[in-house]
């Protein structure tokens, strides 16, 4: 196990909950975490599709929806520009204290490193998340006539 590589995939997950959480202009910044994900030829939305998937991949409802919440990611916090305040709206939303929140996020990051870190070792097992993109990308209409 590659030691430094966990810590910098860990680095880079902490660095990018913060401020505005993911989003282009942070993503560019990282430079394992797009490695792990599938590597730079990827699209910043197949990236975020791919993160998507593996924070999913936790198991854990609370750690997803606290992590999903923390970048950004979970409708209704996707506006919200600093951590602090999705943090403080999490805390409401969920009766729970910012400890509570802080330890959680901590965890889950942890296991999220280590859940990415197997993937860069066998980038196959990550699910493409071409499905994810699409599903965000496509709007329905249906018109009835007459």
Do not use: W
């Amino acid at each position: 196990m590659n030691i430094q590589k966990l810590n910098s995939i860990e680095d880079e997950l902490v660095y990018l909950r913060k401020n505005t959480g993911f989003t282009l202009a942070r993503f560019e910044d990282l430079i394992t975490l797009p490695e792990v994900l599938g590597g730079k030829n990827l699209s910043f939305l197949q990236h975020k599709a791919k993160f998507i998937i593996a924070i999913n991949m936790l198991g854990d409802k609370q750690s997803i929806n606290c992590l999903l919440a923390a970048y950004g990611l979970k409708e209704g916090f996707d506006s919200i520009p600093l951590l602090k305040n999705r943090r403080k709206l999490y805390c409401t939303e969920h009766c729970l204290d910012r400890d509570r929140i802080l330890y959680l996020e901590r965890a889950a990051i942890k296991s999220l490193a280590k859940l990415l870190y197997t993937f860069d070792n066998d980038p196959m097992r990550l699910p493409n998340g071409y499905e994810q993109i699409l599903s965000e990308a496509i709007k329905v209409y249906i018109v009835f006539e007459k």
